[in-house]
């Protein structure tokens, strides 16, 4: 029901929405509101027939109804590899700076990053209070809920705030028991918590594997947990009743590592939970970050794209955790990646068998299904006690992990996946199978390399722009490490714990999931410095000063081995400590999104119920359209439709946010050959009187007959920051 009105108060606002279920629902016992939304936006979930859900959509004061949706979560060193401490280089494709920042000069002591997740378990290292100071700001409203497992004094001056969220209704397919109670039962929060705001842990390690210190990016800032996940998914309910209370709570960063699956199509804004919770968050000052999704390598499978959220991408770090194969008599090594704790012999003496030559005579077996060791399809007895090899693809119907499960509960002592991606070592590997009467092989234990190079890479994983929603904005923002994160874990989840070891409270997870709270403790630190930033300025910081340049000085590449562009990255991958002295900003208000969401398709009468910040005499340009939104005033540019020989301007404005308030700016472009940019002015001169100038660029395409997009920068610098920005061109 959108906007709160400034003479509500909670109790008004929930009559309001029973007094909207009794006019028009006509049944002798009305139905029980499960949530009621009546801090940042007004709103309510209900249990309704088809018929009553859409008799409350007629209703003038509704701007969406819309079948509870079901959402999933997104599933030490990579605070290190992004150089938090020490001088980073801020990279373009031709040229670099070092900006240098100290880790006491960070901040974030009276930030607070809020997640919506799993939960958190309160009693591991990370969440430890110790050095740490009471809140000093009054403006925190936030609770700790008591539960049967759970009660205030789990919280403290590190976990400020623990809520939980069930349906209240135990009819629904995703109600589950431990709804109550803000206490983990999963691990992803616990991880995704720490990872943002962990307090310093020294001597962490998975069992003795990548071991050092973990912290998290903003380890001085506070975190209130919002459990809005239990075993079924992510209820769209509690989404917003969690986004509703953070609001009221007052945090600063909200931290979404969850969404919808870009493999239905993308609700549509006023029907996702995320962009509505997000859209009235940003409203009052909280910036959002969100993980884009896990369907990578697929084109348009980036989720949670509004232009009001922060959307994360995943990358690989510099350290790779290594199980290599040894074969045969000449003990030829091939690397592998892994993390066990294999106690072979380390000489190859074990029997190597690949699963396509472990067909059993059944007749639903084929040589297929045999081969990516589908055990109902293999002969028992010829794998028994040897190591198998495997093909392994993304599209299998079981996963590598109920697999190996099942191949260790047959006697088998060893599993080998083979992954699409990995042909090279594949080859040599079937090659020594192929010519030899009877090979053999061993596994040995992991060991982490570190140093490892090229890296970062866009994990194949990550999803991929552009936004099937609108491809006039760019999507991912920006990207962070999310592949093999070590971070805190629940101790009684044995499940993860390998056989022989004791739980060690710290697990290493991968996921667009561990990605987002990377940034979320970067914008945490940004917040702290510059209080009075809006969310869209603490965005352009980080995108503007993200790195181009893997660490071989060489342009960013995807995990597979190709050039990566801005819809695998965004900006490029977060650099934490530039993002602290951006230099310039590209800021956006409320207004620009009400703009947005004009040109987007909506009417002026919808717009005016979802937000509270609505100019006097605000009505939708009659021009309205979607290649408008390409003049928004993002930190990157998109354009799409573009025909022919056409030509397109687009307008924005820099504010000027450094230490010296007189300063020149001079532009620098890097177009492909078949597009001319120009930029006017050139040069862009700030005073003490003008802290905001404007810019247009106009792009003319002179060749359009390849099918790929086209892509290049636009980057502003006074000699010390570099402010970039990527574009992307598109016939379609």
Same mark, same amino acid.
């Given at each position: 029901?959108?906007?709160?009105?400034?003479?509500?108060?909670?109790?008004?606002?929930?009559?309001?929405?029973?007094?909207?279920?009794?006019?028009?629902?006509?049944?002798?016992?009305?139905?029980?509101?499960?949530?009621?939304?009546?801090?940042?936006?007004?709103?309510?979930?209900?249990?309704?027939?088809?018929?009553?859900?859409?008799?409350?959509?007629?209703?003038?004061?509704?701007?969406?109804?819309?079948?509870?949706?079901?959402?999933?979560?997104?599933?030490?060193?990579?605070?290190?590899?992004?150089?938090?401490?020490?001088?980073?280089?801020?990279?373009?494709?031709?040229?670099?700076?070092?900006?240098?920042?100290?880790?006491?000069?960070?901040?974030?002591?009276?930030?607070?990053?809020?997640?919506?997740?799993?939960?958190?378990?309160?009693?591991?290292?990370?969440?430890?209070?110790?050095?740490?100071?009471?809140?000093?700001?009054?403006?925190?409203?936030?609770?700790?809920?008591?539960?049967?497992?759970?009660?205030?004094?789990?919280?403290?001056?590190?976990?400020?705030?623990?809520?939980?969220?069930?349906?209240?209704?135990?009819?629904?397919?995703?109600?589950?028991?431990?709804?109550?109670?803000?206490?983990?039962?999963?691990?992803?929060?616990?991880?995704?918590?720490?990872?943002?705001?962990?307090?310093?842990?020294?001597?962490?390690?998975?069992?003795?594997?990548?071991?050092?210190?973990?912290?998290?990016?903003?380890?001085?800032?506070?975190?209130?947990?919002?459990?809005?996940?239990?075993?079924?998914?992510?209820?769209?309910?509690?989404?917003?009743?969690?986004?509703?209370?953070?609001?009221?709570?007052?945090?600063?960063?909200?931290?979404?590592?969850?969404?919808?699956?870009?493999?239905?199509?993308?609700?549509?804004?006023?029907?996702?939970?995320?962009?509505?919770?997000?859209?009235?968050?940003?409203?009052?000052?909280?910036?959002?970050?969100?993980?884009?999704?896990?369907?990578?390598?697929?084109?348009?499978?980036?989720?949670?794209?509004?232009?009001?959220?922060?959307?994360?991408?995943?990358?690989?770090?510099?350290?790779?955790?290594?199980?290599?194969?040894?074969?045969?008599?000449?003990?030829?090594?091939?690397?592998?990646?892994?993390?066990?704790?294999?106690?072979?012999?380390?000489?190859?003496?074990?029997?190597?068998?690949?699963?396509?030559?472990?067909?059993?005579?059944?007749?639903?077996?084929?040589?297929?299904?045999?081969?990516?060791?589908?055990?109902?399809?293999?002969?028992?007895?010829?794998?028994?006690?040897?190591?198998?090899?495997?093909?392994?693809?993304?599209?299998?119907?079981?996963?590598?992990?109920?697999?190996?499960?099942?191949?260790?509960?047959?006697?088998?002592?060893?599993?080998?996946?083979?992954?699409?991606?990995?042909?090279?070592?594949?080859?040599?590997?079937?090659?020594?199978?192929?010519?030899?009467?009877?090979?053999?092989?061993?596994?040995?234990?992991?060991?982490?390399?570190?140093?490892?190079?090229?890296?970062?890479?866009?994990?194949?994983?990550?999803?991929?722009?552009?936004?099937?929603?609108?491809?006039?904005?760019?999507?991912?923002?920006?990207?962070?490490?999310?592949?093999?994160?070590?971070?805190?874990?629940? =101790?009684?989840?044995?499940?993860?714990?390998?056989?022989?070891?004791?739980?060690?409270?710290?697990?290493?997870?991968?996921?667009?999931?561990?990605?987002?709270?990377?940034?979320?403790?970067?914008?945490?630190?940004?917040?702290?410095?510059?209080?009075?930033?809006?969310?869209?300025?603490?965005?352009?910081?980080?995108?503007?000063?993200?790195?181009?340049?893997?660490?071989?000085?060489?342009?960013? =590449?995807?995990?597979?081995?190709?050039?990566?562009?801005?819809?695998?990255?965004?900006?490029?991958?977060?650099?934490?400590?530039?993002?602290?002295?951006?230099?310039?900003?590209?800021?956006?208000?409320?207004?620009?999104?009400?703009?947005?969401?004009?040109?987007?398709?909506?009417?002026?009468?919808?717009?005016?119920?979802?937000?509270?910040?609505?100019?006097?005499?605000?009505?939708?340009?009659?021009?309205?359209?979607?290649?408008?939104?390409?003049? =928004?005033?993002?930190?990157?540019?998109?354009?799409?439709?573009?025909?022919?020989?056409?030509?397109?301007?687009?307008?924005?404005?820099?504010?000027?946010?450094?230490?010296?308030?007189?300063?020149?700016?001079?532009?620098?472009?890097?177009?492909?050959?078949?597009?001319?940019?120009?930029?006017?002015?050139?040069?862009?001169?700030?005073?003490?009187?003008?802290?905001?100038?404007?810019?247009?660029?106009?792009?003319?395409?002179?060749?359009?007959?390849?099918?790929?997009?086209?892509?290049?920068?636009?980057?502003?610098?006074?000699?010390?920051?570099?402010?970039?920005?990527?574009?992307?061109?598109?016939?379609?």
């Amino acid at each position: 029901m959108g906007a709160v009105a400034p003479a509500s108060t909670p109790e008004t606002l929930t009559q309001t929405h029973l007094q909207l279920l009794t006019s028009v629902i006509k049944r002798h016992e009305h139905p029980k509101l499960i949530h009621s939304y009546k801090h940042g936006f007004s709103g309510f979930a209900v249990k309704l027939s088809k018929d009553e859900a859409l008799a409350i959509s007629r209703n003038k004061g509704v701007i969406s109804v819309f079948v509870d949706p079901i959402y999933h979560l997104h599933t030490t060193r990579s605070w290190d590899f992004l150089q938090l401490q020490n001088s980073i280089e801020t990279s373009s494709p031709s040229k670099s700076i070092k900006a240098e920042a100290t880790s006491s000069s960070i901040g974030g002591e009276d930030t607070i990053i809020g997640l919506l997740d799993t939960g958190i378990w309160p009693e591991l290292p990370s969440f430890s209070d110790k050095g740490m100071a009471p809140l000093k700001r009054k403006r925190w409203k936030g609770t700790c809920v008591n539960a049967s497992d759970f009660n205030s004094s789990n919280c403290n001056m590190k976990l400020i705030g623990a809520r939980a969220y069930s349906t209240d209704d135990s009819s629904l397919p995703y109600s589950f028991t431990d709804a109550d109670s803000p206490r983990d039962d999963d691990g992803h929060g616990t991880h995704t918590a720490s990872t943002a705001a962990g307090t310093a842990v020294f001597n962490a390690s998975y069992y003795g594997v990548a071991g050092g210190t973990a912290k998290g990016g903003s380890p001085t800032s506070r975190i209130a947990m919002y459990k809005v996940c239990g075993i079924f998914g992510c209820s769209g309910s509690s989404i917003l009743a969690a986004f509703d209370d953070a609001i009221a709570d007052g945090v600063d960063v909200l931290s979404i590592s969850l969404g919808a699956s870009s493999f239905f199509s993308n609700p549509d804004f006023d029907k996702d939970p995320i962009a509505i919770g997000s859209f009235h968050a940003v409203e009052k000052n909280v910036i959002v970050v969100c993980s884009a999704g896990n369907d990578g390598p697929s084109p348009e499978s980036v989720v949670n794209a509004a232009p009001w959220i922060l959307t994360v991408a995943a990358t690989t770090i510099d350290r790779k955790f290594e199980s290599d194969i040894v074969l045969g008599r000449n003990k030829r090594v091939i690397k592998g990646q892994a993390i066990n704790f294999s106690t072979l012999r380390k000489s190859p003496t074990f029997s190597l068998i690949y699963g396509g030559s472990a067909k059993s005579k059944s007749r639903s077996s084929t040589y297929q299904s045999a081969s990516h060791c589908e055990l109902e399809s293999l002969d028992k007895k010829k794998i028994k006690g040897k190591i198998v090899v495997c093909k392994n693809s993304d599209d299998d119907d079981t996963s590598s992990s109920i697999i190996v499960d099942q191949l260790k509960g047959s006697g088998v002592i060893g599993v080998i996946l083979v992954k699409d991606q990995q042909k090279s070592a594949a080859d040599e590997l079937f090659t020594y199978i192929n010519s030899t009467k009877k090979p053999v092989t061993t596994i040995l234990p992991t060991v982490a390399v570190t140093k490892y190079k090229p890296a970062p890479q866009i994990a194949y994983f990550s999803s991929r722009g552009p936004s099937s929603q609108t491809k006039n904005i760019l999507k991912p923002d920006v990207a962070a490490p999310g592949v093999d994160i070590l971070a805190g874990w629940p =101790m009684t989840l044995s499940s993860d714990v390998p056989p022989g070891k004791k739980p060690s409270g710290f697990n290493l997870l991968s996921g667009t999931s561990m990605a987002c709270p990377h940034v979320a403790g970067v914008a945490a630190n940004i917040k702290s410095w510059n209080s009075a930033w809006s969310p869209a300025a603490i965005r352009s910081a980080i995108m503007t000063t993200a790195i181009l340049m893997n660490n071989n000085k060489k342009q960013l =590449m995807t995990d597979s081995g190709s050039v990566a562009t801005p819809y695998d990255f965004g900006a490029g991958e977060v650099n934490p400590t530039a993002a602290l002295q951006p230099g310039l900003i590209y800021d956006a208000g409320p207004k620009d999104y009400l703009l947005f969401l004009c040109n987007y398709g909506y009417d002026t009468a919808k717009i005016k119920l979802i937000s509270t910040s609505i100019p006097v005499g605000f009505k939708c340009p009659k021009n309205s359209s979607k290649d408008l939104i390409s003049g =928004m005033n993002y930190p990157s540019m998109a354009v799409s439709n573009l025909q022919g020989q056409e030509k397109r301007t687009v307008s924005r404005t820099l504010t000027n946010v450094g230490a010296e308030e007189e300063i020149t700016y001079i532009v620098s472009v890097q177009s492909p050959v078949e597009v001319e940019v120009k930029v006017v002015p050139e040069k862009l001169q700030f005073t003490k009187k003008n802290k905001k100038l404007s810019y247009d660029v106009t792009f003319s395409v002179k060749d359009f007959s390849k099918e790929s997009d086209l892509f290049g920068w636009i980057t502003w610098s006074d000699g010390k920051h570099r402010v970039g920005s990527p574009y992307v061109l598109s016939k379609k």
